[in-house]
Protein backbone atom coordinates (compact mmCIF):
# COMPACT_ATOMS: atom_id res chain seq x y z
CA UNK A 1 0.00 0.00 0.00
CA UNK A 2 3.16 2.31 0.41
CA UNK A 3 3.83 2.66 -2.86
CA UNK A 4 -0.09 3.52 -3.19
CA UNK A 5 0.10 6.57 -1.29
CA UNK A 6 3.57 7.32 -2.80
CA UNK A 7 1.78 7.43 -6.33
CA UNK A 8 -1.31 9.17 -5.25
CA UNK A 9 0.91 11.93 -3.81
CA UNK A 10 3.12 12.44 -7.05
CA UNK A 11 -0.06 13.04 -8.73
CA UNK A 12 -1.07 15.79 -6.40
CA UNK A 13 2.33 17.16 -6.43
CA UNK A 14 2.78 16.93 -10.42
CA UNK A 15 -0.90 17.57 -11.24
CA UNK A 16 -1.22 15.14 -13.86
CA UNK A 17 -0.84 11.24 -14.49
CA UNK A 18 1.71 12.06 -17.29
CA UNK A 19 4.53 13.60 -14.83
CA UNK A 20 3.45 11.50 -11.97
CA UNK A 21 4.09 8.71 -14.25
CA UNK A 22 7.35 9.49 -15.51
CA UNK A 23 8.30 10.24 -11.75
CA UNK A 24 8.25 7.04 -10.22
CA UNK A 25 8.85 6.01 -13.52
CA UNK A 26 5.98 3.77 -14.51
CA UNK A 27 3.60 3.74 -17.50
CA UNK A 28 0.45 5.57 -17.20
CA UNK A 29 -1.62 2.46 -17.26
CA UNK A 30 0.09 1.20 -14.25
CA UNK A 31 -0.05 4.39 -12.49
CA UNK A 32 -3.86 4.15 -13.38
CA UNK A 33 -3.80 0.69 -11.51
CA UNK A 34 -1.99 1.44 -8.73
CA UNK A 35 -4.26 4.33 -7.57
CA UNK A 36 -7.58 2.31 -8.45
CA UNK A 37 -6.25 -0.31 -6.12
CA UNK A 38 -5.98 2.23 -3.46
CA UNK A 39 -9.15 3.72 -4.01
CA UNK A 40 -10.65 0.29 -3.52
CA UNK A 41 -9.08 -0.36 -0.30
CA UNK A 42 -10.02 2.76 1.10
CA UNK A 43 -13.57 2.84 -0.37
CA UNK A 44 -13.93 5.70 -2.11
CA UNK A 45 -12.59 8.37 -5.55
CA UNK A 46 -9.17 10.27 -4.10
CA UNK A 47 -9.00 11.96 -7.68
CA UNK A 48 -10.79 13.92 -10.03
CA UNK A 49 -9.03 13.20 -13.54
CA UNK A 50 -9.89 15.74 -16.57
CA UNK A 51 -8.31 18.04 -19.37
CA UNK A 52 -6.23 19.97 -16.86
CA UNK A 53 -5.09 17.32 -15.30
CA UNK A 54 -5.65 15.76 -12.03
CA UNK A 55 -6.63 16.94 -8.43
CA UNK A 56 -7.79 15.72 -5.16
CA UNK A 57 -11.71 15.01 -4.56
CA UNK A 58 -12.58 15.83 -0.89
CA UNK A 59 -11.06 12.50 0.63
CA UNK A 60 -8.41 12.48 -1.49
CA UNK A 61 -7.22 16.26 0.65
CA UNK A 62 -7.99 14.77 3.73
CA UNK A 63 -5.79 11.71 2.74
CA UNK A 64 -3.03 13.59 1.69
CA UNK A 65 -1.42 14.83 5.44
CA UNK A 66 -1.95 11.24 6.98
CA UNK A 67 -0.42 9.34 3.31
CA UNK A 68 2.52 11.59 4.02
CA UNK A 69 3.04 11.03 7.83
CA UNK A 70 2.68 7.34 7.22
CA UNK A 71 5.38 7.29 4.40
CA UNK A 72 7.74 9.39 6.49
CA UNK A 73 7.10 7.11 9.61
CA UNK A 74 8.27 4.23 6.89
CA UNK A 75 11.74 5.94 5.81
CA UNK A 76 12.57 6.82 9.75
CA UNK A 77 12.08 2.66 10.22
CA UNK A 78 14.17 1.62 7.37
CA UNK A 79 16.45 4.28 8.63
CA UNK A 80 16.62 3.14 11.81
CA UNK A 81 16.51 -0.56 11.37
CA UNK A 82 19.66 -0.15 8.78
CA UNK A 83 21.52 2.21 11.25
CA UNK A 84 21.30 -0.54 14.42
CA UNK A 85 22.56 -2.89 11.96
CA UNK A 86 25.20 -1.41 10.87
CA UNK A 87 23.90 -1.75 6.86
CA UNK A 88 25.37 1.99 6.68
CA UNK A 89 26.40 5.11 8.61
CA UNK A 90 23.51 6.62 9.19
CA UNK A 91 22.44 10.53 8.78
CA UNK A 92 20.26 13.69 10.61
CA UNK A 93 18.63 15.79 9.14
CA UNK A 94 17.63 19.82 10.57
CA UNK A 95 16.20 22.56 9.81
CA UNK A 96 16.72 25.99 11.61
CA UNK A 97 16.68 29.33 10.40
CA UNK A 98 19.47 31.90 9.29
CA UNK A 99 20.25 32.98 12.96
CA UNK A 100 20.01 29.35 14.41
CA UNK A 101 21.81 27.83 11.71
CA UNK A 102 24.97 30.22 11.53
CA UNK A 103 25.06 31.52 15.40
CA UNK A 104 23.62 28.70 17.75
CA UNK A 105 24.41 25.43 15.97
CA UNK A 106 27.95 25.09 14.78
CA UNK A 107 29.61 24.24 18.18
CA UNK A 108 27.36 21.16 18.95
CA UNK A 109 27.61 20.36 14.88
CA UNK A 110 31.06 20.02 15.46
CA UNK A 111 31.05 18.12 18.70
CA UNK A 112 28.16 15.79 17.05
CA UNK A 113 30.70 15.34 14.28
CA UNK A 114 33.39 14.72 16.29
CA UNK A 115 31.59 11.93 18.35
CA UNK A 116 29.96 10.16 15.51
CA UNK A 117 32.14 10.45 12.74
CA UNK A 118 30.48 8.15 10.19
CA UNK A 119 27.27 10.08 10.48
CA UNK A 120 26.30 12.56 7.80
CA UNK A 121 24.58 15.75 8.93
CA UNK A 122 22.34 17.24 6.78
CA UNK A 123 21.52 21.35 7.67
CA UNK A 124 18.99 23.35 6.26
CA UNK A 125 18.51 26.95 6.49
CA UNK A 126 15.20 27.70 6.61
CA UNK A 127 12.58 29.64 8.32
CA UNK A 128 10.00 28.20 10.74
CA UNK A 129 7.13 27.87 7.90
CA UNK A 130 9.39 25.56 6.07
CA UNK A 131 11.21 23.59 8.87
CA UNK A 132 7.68 22.48 9.73
CA UNK A 133 6.89 21.45 6.43
CA UNK A 134 9.57 19.40 5.92
CA UNK A 135 8.47 17.82 9.53
CA UNK A 136 5.56 16.96 8.36
CA UNK A 137 6.57 15.81 5.02
CA UNK A 138 9.36 13.45 6.54
CA UNK A 139 12.21 15.35 4.87
CA UNK A 140 13.39 17.01 7.96
CA UNK A 141 13.96 14.72 11.87
CA UNK A 142 14.87 17.23 13.97
CA UNK A 143 13.45 21.37 13.72
CA UNK A 144 14.37 24.36 15.32
CA UNK A 145 11.73 27.09 15.22
CA UNK A 146 10.66 30.42 16.83
CA UNK A 147 7.97 30.51 19.49
CA UNK A 148 6.42 27.70 21.78
CA UNK A 149 3.31 26.83 20.95
CA UNK A 150 2.25 24.50 18.09
CA UNK A 151 -0.60 24.49 16.51
CA UNK A 152 -3.35 22.01 18.06
CA UNK A 153 -3.98 21.19 14.70
CA UNK A 154 -0.66 19.04 14.13
CA UNK A 155 -1.18 16.69 16.94
CA UNK A 156 1.98 14.47 15.70
CA UNK A 157 4.81 16.86 17.13
CA UNK A 158 6.30 17.09 20.26
CA UNK A 159 7.58 20.48 21.00
CA UNK A 160 10.81 20.92 23.28
CA UNK A 161 11.65 24.56 25.10
CA UNK A 162 15.41 24.62 23.67
CA UNK A 163 16.83 28.44 24.03
CA UNK A 164 15.92 31.98 24.60
CA UNK A 165 16.69 34.40 22.12
CA UNK A 166 17.42 38.28 22.63
CA UNK A 167 16.85 39.88 20.15
CA UNK A 168 18.67 43.82 20.82
CA UNK A 169 19.13 47.32 18.07
CA UNK A 170 22.36 47.80 17.48
CA UNK A 171 24.03 50.78 15.54
CA UNK A 172 27.43 51.56 14.58
CA UNK A 173 29.42 53.71 17.62
CA UNK A 174 28.22 56.59 18.06
CA UNK A 175 24.64 55.41 16.31
CA UNK A 176 25.55 57.78 13.14
CA UNK A 177 22.14 57.32 11.47
CA UNK A 178 19.72 57.00 14.19
CA UNK A 179 16.43 57.58 12.04
CA UNK A 180 17.47 54.64 9.59
CA UNK A 181 16.83 51.10 9.87
CA UNK A 182 18.54 48.18 7.98
CA UNK A 183 16.32 45.27 8.07
CA UNK A 184 15.50 41.89 6.61
CA UNK A 185 12.02 42.02 3.80
CA UNK A 186 8.78 41.85 4.85
CA UNK A 187 7.61 37.70 6.15
CA UNK A 188 10.80 37.79 8.03
CA UNK A 189 9.83 37.68 12.06
CA UNK A 190 12.43 40.09 12.71
CA UNK A 191 11.03 42.16 9.92
CA UNK A 192 7.40 41.82 11.55
CA UNK A 193 8.46 42.77 14.73
CA UNK A 194 10.11 45.74 13.97
CA UNK A 195 7.14 47.07 11.79
CA UNK A 196 4.73 46.21 15.10
CA UNK A 197 6.97 47.50 18.00
CA UNK A 198 8.41 50.51 16.75
CA UNK A 199 6.85 53.76 15.87
CA UNK A 200 6.53 54.02 12.22
CA UNK A 201 10.97 52.79 11.54
CA UNK A 202 12.45 54.60 8.17
CA UNK A 203 13.45 51.50 6.44
CA UNK A 204 15.96 52.25 4.08
CA UNK A 205 17.49 49.03 3.27
CA UNK A 206 15.70 45.61 3.00
CA UNK A 207 18.74 42.54 2.94
CA UNK A 208 18.27 38.95 2.46
CA UNK A 209 21.57 37.96 5.12
CA UNK A 210 22.75 38.45 8.50
CA UNK A 211 26.07 39.56 7.11
CA UNK A 212 24.33 42.00 4.82
CA UNK A 213 22.52 43.69 7.47
CA UNK A 214 25.47 43.85 10.26
CA UNK A 215 27.94 44.96 7.11
CA UNK A 216 25.82 47.32 6.48
CA UNK A 217 24.84 48.76 9.79
CA UNK A 218 28.42 48.34 10.75
CA UNK A 219 29.24 51.22 7.99
CA UNK A 220 26.50 53.51 9.91
CA UNK A 221 23.75 53.24 7.38
CA UNK A 222 21.57 52.61 10.41
CA UNK A 223 20.03 50.71 13.35
CA UNK A 224 19.00 47.17 13.30
CA UNK A 225 16.68 45.48 15.17
CA UNK A 226 18.72 41.57 15.60
CA UNK A 227 19.74 38.51 17.48
CA UNK A 228 22.77 39.16 20.20
CA UNK A 229 23.84 36.02 19.24
CA UNK A 230 24.74 37.50 15.88
CA UNK A 231 26.74 40.13 17.34
CA UNK A 232 28.71 39.47 20.14
CA UNK A 233 32.22 39.52 18.20
CA UNK A 234 31.12 43.04 16.57
CA UNK A 235 30.11 43.95 20.32
CA UNK A 236 33.50 42.93 21.83
CA UNK A 237 35.70 44.29 18.62
CA UNK A 238 33.69 47.78 18.79
CA UNK A 239 32.80 47.58 15.36
CA UNK A 240 28.85 47.99 16.71
CA UNK A 241 26.86 48.96 20.08
CA UNK A 242 23.85 48.18 21.32
CA UNK A 243 21.30 51.28 21.68
CA UNK A 244 18.45 51.63 24.06
CA UNK A 245 14.99 51.23 21.80
CA UNK A 246 12.10 49.94 23.59
CA UNK A 247 10.77 47.00 23.22
CA UNK A 248 13.85 46.12 22.87
CA UNK A 249 15.64 43.94 24.13
CA UNK A 250 12.64 41.36 23.04
CA UNK A 251 13.31 37.45 24.34
CA UNK A 252 12.29 34.48 21.97
CA UNK A 253 11.87 30.86 22.45
CA UNK A 254 13.69 29.15 20.10
CA UNK A 255 11.75 25.36 20.11
CA UNK A 256 12.78 21.91 18.96
CA UNK A 257 10.59 20.15 17.46
CA UNK A 258 10.21 16.92 15.99
CA UNK A 259 7.53 13.61 15.35
CA UNK A 260 8.50 12.17 18.76
CA UNK A 261 11.67 10.98 21.02
CA UNK A 262 10.90 7.22 20.55
CA UNK A 263 10.01 7.77 16.14
CA UNK A 264 13.66 9.06 15.70
CA UNK A 265 16.16 7.23 14.26
CA UNK A 266 19.43 6.58 16.34
CA UNK A 267 21.84 9.21 14.91
CA UNK A 268 18.98 11.82 15.09
CA UNK A 269 18.07 10.94 18.90
CA UNK A 270 21.86 11.55 19.83
CA UNK A 271 21.52 14.67 18.17
CA UNK A 272 18.48 15.70 19.88
CA UNK A 273 20.16 14.85 22.96
CA UNK A 274 22.97 16.96 22.60
CA UNK A 275 21.19 19.97 21.55
CA UNK A 276 19.19 19.43 24.83
CA UNK A 277 22.25 18.99 26.76
CA UNK A 278 24.48 21.52 28.45
CA UNK A 279 25.61 23.73 25.24
CA UNK A 280 28.87 22.61 23.40
Not at 44 to 50: A, D, E, I, N, T
Not at 64 to 88: F, N, T, W
Not at 195 to 206: L, S
Amino acid sequence: MFDELNHFLLIVEHGTFTEASRRAHLSQPALSASIKRLEERLGGRLLHRGAGGARPTAAGQALIPKAELALAAVADGRRAVSEVLGLRTGEVRLGAGPTVATYMLPATMAAFRVAHPGVRLYLREAHSPAVWEGLRRGDLDLGVVTGSSVDARESWVVAEDWRQDELVVASAPGDPAPNAWVCFPRGSMLRHLLDEGFDAPDVVMELGSIAAVKGNVRAGVGRCLISRSAIERDLADGQMRLVHAPPAPIVRTMTLVHRGADRLPPAAARLREMLLGPPA
